[in-house]
C-alpha cells in the first residue's frame, strides 16, 4: 500500500501547546507500540561507524564524469537514486543510479541482521525511523552531491514512444553533480526551463505515463497531508496535491523496477512485488466515496483512467486520491528460483515488477539489486542472496504490518487533533461503509474518513456530531445527529 505522507509543518520551538505536546508524545507512544526505535543497538553502531570510516571495496568502472543528479524531498538525506538523462537517437537513454548498500553491509553482519529485523525506514509525522544507522544511510552510503559513492548502475534504452528496448546494470563509482528539490523543479518547468536534464525528465515521464495507461496501469499519486497549528492554537489539515515532476521521477523508477522483473523472469530467479486486482467490496466502497466528494466513477472507466481524471487541486478529489489506498491492498513479494511462479503481475503495475530503487530505506531492494547485477553480467547469483531469498517476503510483510500500523494511529492521532477543536459540532458527511459496528462516512469540509455511530443507507447523506477526539488515544466518536 503507498506510504501516506504526513507532515507537521514548522512551528516556534518556543510554542506552548498542550494539544500539539500530547500529539508529538502520542507520535512517540506509536513507535514503541510497533517497536520502531531511532537508536540502533551498541553492536549495529559500531559496525556502521567503522565502515563509515573504512570504505568498502570500490568497483573497477569508473563513471564520475557522468552528470547524475538527485530529485527529493528537501529534506532528505538517504538518497538512494541519481538519475542523467540523454537522448539517444529519436529515443532515450536513462541512467539510473541505485546507491550500492551491499557494499557497506555485511552479509550476516550485525547490520544485516538488523536490518533484517526492521525490514524498512518507518515513516511518522515528525520523524522517520531508518532501516539502516544514520551514519551509512544518510552519509558514506547516500549518493550525497560532490561525493564519490559506488553505485548500482541501471543502463535503460526507450524508444521514441518511451518503450523500454534494452536494460544492463552494472556496478560503478558515481559521483552525483547537484541535489534538487520537487518544488524547485517544479517552478522551473513551470517557468518554460530549456534545462535538458527537466525537459527531458518531462518528456520522459509523460512518455512513460502514456505507457502506463496503454497497459492499464494506475500510479497512486499521493497527496501530502499537512497539519498546521494556527495562531489560535487548534490544528488544521490541509491536502498538499504531489507535483506533476515527483509523478515523472516516480516513473523513472517503475521503470527500473519493470526492467529488474524482466530480468529475473528471464533468468528464472529473483523476487517480485506481485499485487492481486482489487477486491469488489473495496471496489464498491471506494465508489461510494467517489460518488460521495461529487467525483462519480463512471462503470466504463478503469481505475487508472479515473484516478489520473481527478483534479488535484480540488480538495474533494485530493481527499478521493488519498482514500484510493484502498484499492492498493494485498501486495506482497514472491521469490523464485528456478520454476516461474503464475502470479508475476502487479495489478497497479499492469506488468511484472520488482523493487530494487529504495536499498536504504527498504530491505528486499538490496537483494534484487544484487540478483539482477549477477543476471546482468552472466554469473552466478551469490549463494548468501539465494539463501536468504525465501525468507525476505515474511520480513517484508511484518515489517510492513509495522509500517502500516504506525501510518494509521498517526493519522488517527492527526485527525483526532485536528478535530479537537471542534467536539460539539456537526458536520455534513456521506456514508461509505457499514457494518455491524455502525458507519464509515466521508467528512465533506474536512479531509477526514471516520467511524460514526447510528443508521444511514450506503451512500446517503448525513449530519454526524463530534461527541470526542482523545488525541492521546487517537480515537475519535461521531454519532449521527
Given amino acids: 500500500m503507498p506510504h501516506r505522507a504526513i507532515r507537521l509543518a514548522p512551528v516556534d520551538p518556543t510554542t506552548s501547546d498542550t494539544v ?34 573504512t570504505p568498502p571495496a570500490l568497483p573497477e568502472r569508473d563513471e564520475t564524469a557522468v552528470p547524475f543528479v538527485t530529485l527529493d524531498p528537501p529534506t532528505s538525506m538517504d ?51 531508518p532501516l539502516h544507522p544514520p551514519v551509512l544511510s544518510e552519509g558514506a552510503a547516500s549518493l550525497l552531491p560532490g561525493e564519490v559513492r559506488p553505485a548500482f548502475v541501471w543502463d535503460l534504452r526507450l524508444d521514441a514512444e518511451g518503450e523500454g528496448t534494452s536494460a544492463e546494470v552494472y556496478r560503478a563509482l558515481v559521483r552525483s553533480v547537484e541535489r534538487f528539490d520537487y518544488a ?107 460518488k460521495a466528494l461529487g467525483a462519480p466513477w463512471p462503470a466504463e472507466q478503469g481505475y487508472g483512467d479515473f484516478l489520473r481524471s481527478l483534479d488535484r487541486d480540488d480538495p474533494r478529489h485530493l481527499a478521493l486520491i488519498h482514500a484510493a489506498t484502498a484499492l492498493f491492498r494485498g501486495a506482497g513479494y514472491t521469490p523464485f528460483d528456478g520454476d516461474v511462479p503464475e502470479q508475476v503481475g502487479h495489478a497497479a503495475v499492469a506488468e511484472a515488477y520488482a523493487h530494487v530503487t529504495a536499498p536504504l530505506r527498504r530491505l528486499v531492494d538490496r537483494f534484487g539489486l544484487v540478483v ?40 488517527d492521532a492527526v485527525e483526532a487533533a485536528v478535530l479537537h477543536a471542534h467536539v460539539g459540532e456537526t458536520f455534513d458527511a456521506v456514508v461509505v461503509d457499514r457494518d455491524d459496528r455502525g458507519l464509515e462516512v466521508q467528512l465533506l469540509e474536512i479531509p477526514v474518513l471516520a467511524r460514526a455511530k447510528g443508521q444511514g443507507d450506503l451512500g446517503a447523506s448525513v449530519s454526524v456530531r463530534l461527541e470526542s477526539a482523545d488525541v492521546a488515544t487517537g480515537q475519535v466518536r461521531f454519532v449521527v445527529a
Avoid at 500529539?23 to 553502531?45: H, K, M, T, Y
Avoid at 537514486?81 to 557497506?104: K, N, S, T
Avoid at 518531462?202 to 499519486?221: F, M, T
Fill in 20 to 53: 500539539r505536546d500530547t500529539l508529538l508524545a502520542r507520535f512517540a507512544a506509536i513507535r514503541a507500540e510497533v517497536g520502531a526505535s531511532e537508536v540502533f543497538p551498541p553492536e549495529v553502531q559500531a559496525e556502521a561507524d567503522r565502515l563509515a570510516q
Fill in 79 to 129: 538518497l538512494d537514486q541519481a538519475m542523467c538523462l540523454e537522448r539517444d537517437g529519436d529515443g532515450y537513454r536513462v541512467r539510473y543510479a541505485i546507491a550500492d548498500v551491499p557494499a557497506f553491509v555485511e552479509p550476516g553482519g550485525t547490520i544485516d541482521a538488523e536490518a533484517r529485523r526492521r525490514g524498512q525506514t518507518i515513516y511518522c509525522p515528525d520523524l522517520r525511523v
Fill in 184 to 290: 524547485g523543479v517544479q517552478e522551473l518547468v513551470d517557468a518554460g526551463t530549456t534545462d535538458e536534464r527537466w525537459v527531458l525528465l518531462r518528456e520522459i515521464g509523460e512518455r512513460r505515463i502514456r505507457q502506463e495507461q496503454l497497459r492499464g496501469g494506475a500510479s497512486l499519486p499521493m497527496p501530502e497531508q499537512e497539519v498546521h497549528l494556527g495562531d489560535d492554537g487548534n490544528f488544521t489539515l490541509a491536502l498538499r496535491p504531489p507535483r506533476t515532476c515527483e509523478d515523472w521521477n516516480a516513473q523513472i523508477s517503475l521503470l527500473t523496477g519493470m526492467a529488474a522483473a524482466d530480468l529475473m523472469l528471464h533468468a528464472g530467479m529473483g523476487i517480485l512485488r506481485t499485487m492481486p486486482d482489487a477486491d469488489h467490496d473495496a471496489v464498491a466502497r471506494f465508489r461510494r466515496q467517489a
Fill in 372 to 411: 539482477c547485477e549477477a543476471i546482468s553480467a552472466d554469473r552466478e547469483v551469490p549463494v548468501w542472496v539465494r539463501k536468504a531469498l525465501p525468507s525476505i517476503p515474511e520480513l517484508m510483510k511484518e515489517s510492513d504490518r509495522r509500517a502500516g500500523a504506525a501510518d494509521r494511529m498517526c493519522a
